[in-house]
């Protein structure tokens, strides 16, 4: 940036915003300006009062509850905004006194330093389908915990279903359906369990469909196509991984991408010693779950057939070279690291980190409008 700019450091809560500013160059005053309200109209006039102070700005906030509102507004206005990581911004660990106005002075400080990662913001056509897959994964959750206070409950009463291992198939609901309590009122509750479990369902479904019905239009659609010739990565699978990650190209090889999503494995080196453990989890869960839950099918032996044909049928030659190079090598690395005694679930997750470089080989290689935030 340039040497004249001003760093502006924002505190952003629910209702007000308070404000810090470090003037420009290295021994520039830092200091603490005032909190002001959330509302727009009380941004603008801050800063209509900083430019005619202060010329050109830059302002940062940390990325929380509040959204990207604040972030669209100032780029609109035509200023330079940064949305930081909470978890990448420093801290010094003996500070024990924390408040709004010391965190946006040390934001101003840190941001004139150059000390801040920024992250990417999505556009609002982007923000709405995120959205609408975040809230199928919280369906998908409400089922989960429905369907495990059920068979808890069936537990404490020595119900145990023995007909098979599978539970919620369809031997399993009809072995369901014939569960009868002598008492009232362990029945009610017992209904009141299933009907929670349909009502979770139901609504898992419902936002299942609006995703389908809503993806065509989505300007990151050809990207959601084009992955899902990776075996493993359906359309619901594709979907979540593309409105998590957004921006492939942002990324500039896959390793970074690999550590964005928490897959890599943490590590404490010092001299010649190198110590590595389990993976970091430092990224995006939501988008890592459905790349381990992805990289199960790759245990058994590589083949293109059944839903994977028909999905693959429309796509680029480029993308399906690409899946049928990642299937085969990783089917292979699957067999290996089992015979190696390795748990099943740490093979899973070594498949899921090589599984994202192929999804980021993909990705960049299919064509898809810019972004406009």
């Excluded at 100032?74 to 940064?82: N, P, Q």
């Excluded at 808890?152 to 198939?169: A, E, M, Q, T, V």
């Excluded at 897959?263 to 779950?289: C, D, F, H, M, Y």
């Excluded at 199960?296 to 190079?325: C, F, H, M, V």
Aim: charge should be positive; glycine fraction near 6%.
């Amino acid at each position: 940036m340039e040497r004249n700019t001003t760093f502006i450091g924002l505190d952003v809560s629910k209702e007000t915003i308070a404000v810090a500013i470090a003037d420009g160059g290295r021994r520039g005053e830092v200091r603490f300006y005032g909190t002001i309200s959330s509302k727009p109209e009380a941004v603008a006039k801050l800063v209509k009062t900083l430019t005619a102070k202060h010329g050109s700005l830059a302002f940062a906030y940390e990325a929380g509850p509040t959204g990207y509102g604040l972030y669209r507004q100032l780029i609109e206005l035509g200023y330079t905004c940064h949305v930081v990581a909470p978890s990448m911004t420093p801290a010094r660990p003996g500070s024990q006194v924390k408040t709004d106005r010391r965190d946006a002075v040390v934001l101003a400080s840190l941001f004139r330093a150059g000390e801040l990662t920024s992250i990417w913001v999505p556009d609002t056509e982007h923000e709405a389908m995120r959205d609408l897959v975040r809230a199928r994964i919280s369906a998908v959750e409400t089922v989960r915990r429905a369907r495990q206070q059920l068979l808890s409950f069936l537990l404490r009463h020595g119900r145990i279903y023995k007909d098979g291992i599978k539970h919620w198939s369809k031997k399993h609901r009809r072995w369901l359906g014939d569960q009868r309590f002598d008492h009232p009122a362990q029945q009610i509750a017992f209904e009141e369990y299933n009907r929670a479990i349909e009502q979770a369902e139901d609504r898992r479904s419902r936002l299942e469909k609006q995703v389908e019905a809503l993806l065509p239009s989505w300007s990151l659609h050809p990207v959601v196509a084009a992955i899902q010739a990776l075996r493993g990565v359906s359309l619901i699978a594709a979907v979540t991984i593309i409105a998590e990650v957004g921006d492939f190209r942002r990324f500039a090889n896959p390793r970074q991408l690999m550590g964005w999503l928490g897959l890599v494995p943490r590590e404490r080196s010092s001299g010649s010693t190198r110590s590595q453990g389990k993976i970091t989890k430092a990224g995006n869960s939501r988008a890592r779950r459905m790349l381990v839950e992805s990289a199960w099918t790759y245990r058994l032996p590589a083949r293109i057939a059944g839903d994977l044909l028909r999905r693959s049928a429309n796509l680029s030659q480029e993308a399906r070279d690409i899946a049928w190079k990642a299937q085969v090598r990783l089917c292979a690395r699957y067999r290996r690291l089992l015979r190696s005694g390795r748990p099943k679930n740490v093979v899973t997750v070594a498949i899921a980190r090589e599984l994202a470089a192929f999804v980021w080989a993909i990705a960049i290689q299919t064509p898809a409008p810019a972004q406009t935030a």
